[in-house]
T-cell receptor, first 112, second 112 residues
Framework: QQQVKQSPQSLIVQKGGISIINCAYE??????FPWYQQFPGKGPALLIAIRPDVSEKKEGRFTISFNKSAKQFSLHIMDSQPGDSATYFC???????????FGSGTKLNVKP | EAQVTQNPRYLITVTGKKLTVTCSQNMNHEYMSWYRQDPGLGLRQIYYSMNVEVTDKGDVPEGYKVSRKEKRNFPLILESPSPNQTSLYFC???????????FGQGTRLTVV
């Protein structure tokens, strides 16, 4: 049983468009929600993260929107670029440095 | 350069032949984990360690062993590999100051 559900599985966006990836969770004890970016042949790397005391966090073209009541959070990539083409994983943690629950991943393809 | 190093990067082996995948980190991190990545399932935690000589099971520990005799090293042992352990494996480390996981480059294992 997956603790974090992620959609869509794959996404194709034109250059300059907005990419949106959604995640949902059930466990209200989660209090840290990171997004990881993975390029082919590489390990995942932290992209951006949010805690549930804020509804939005923005870093450059990347924004996390967080809806605590709906137990959902999403990643928005503004002005998507071909270099953003990668697999994106959402995750959740109880701020336990050992334990991250990952979503199933979204493969993003940004077309030039 | 801060990094997590896994070896080998690629491995093809036969059913039942014991193997070890090594993992080493140079960031003096307390926490280390092993994950397996499978299509449609995301990253699932196999084992984790909170410090030297302290290890515990993750979500999918069957068929795997680990040890943590030194802080920097966390090898993954498959004593009798089976084809269902064919997967992409990642080692990760986390420091005690912030919950950011640093991943190795991955080991693609094929068991025939």
């Amino acid at each position: 049983q997956q603790q974090v559900k992620q959609s869509p599985q794959s996404l194709i966006v034109q250059k300059g468009g907005i990419s949106i990836i959604n995640c949902a969770y059930e466990n209200t004890a989660f209090d840290y929600f990171p997004w990881y970016q993975q390029f082919p042949g590489k390990g995942p790397a932290l992209l951006i993260a949010i805690r549930p005391d804020v509804s939005e966090k923005k870093e450059g073209r990347f924004t996390i929107s967080f809806n605590k009541s709906a137990k959902q959070f999403s990643l928005h990539i503004m002005d998507s670029q071909p270099g953003d083409s990668a697999t994106y994983f959402c995750a959740a943690s109880m701020d336990n440095f050992n334990k991250f629950y990952f979503g199933s991943g979204t493969k993003l393809n940004v077309k030039p | 350069e801060a990094q997590v190093t896994q070896n080998p990067r690629y491995l093809i082996t036969v059913t039942g032949k014991k193997l070890t995948v090594t993992c080493s980190q140079n960031m003096n991190h307390e926490y280390m984990s092993w994950y397996r990545q499978d299509p449609g399932l995301g990253l699932r935690q196999i084992y984790y360690s909170m410090n030297v000589e302290v290890t515990d099971k993750g979500d999918v520990p069957e068929g795997y062993k680990v040890s943590r005799k030194e802080k920097r090293n966390f090898p993954l042992i498959l004593e009798s590999p089976s084809p269902n352990q064919t997967s992409l494996y990642f080692c990760a480390s986390v420091g005690s100051l912030r919950p950011e996981a640093f991943f190795g480059q991955g080991t693609r294992l094929t068991v025939v």
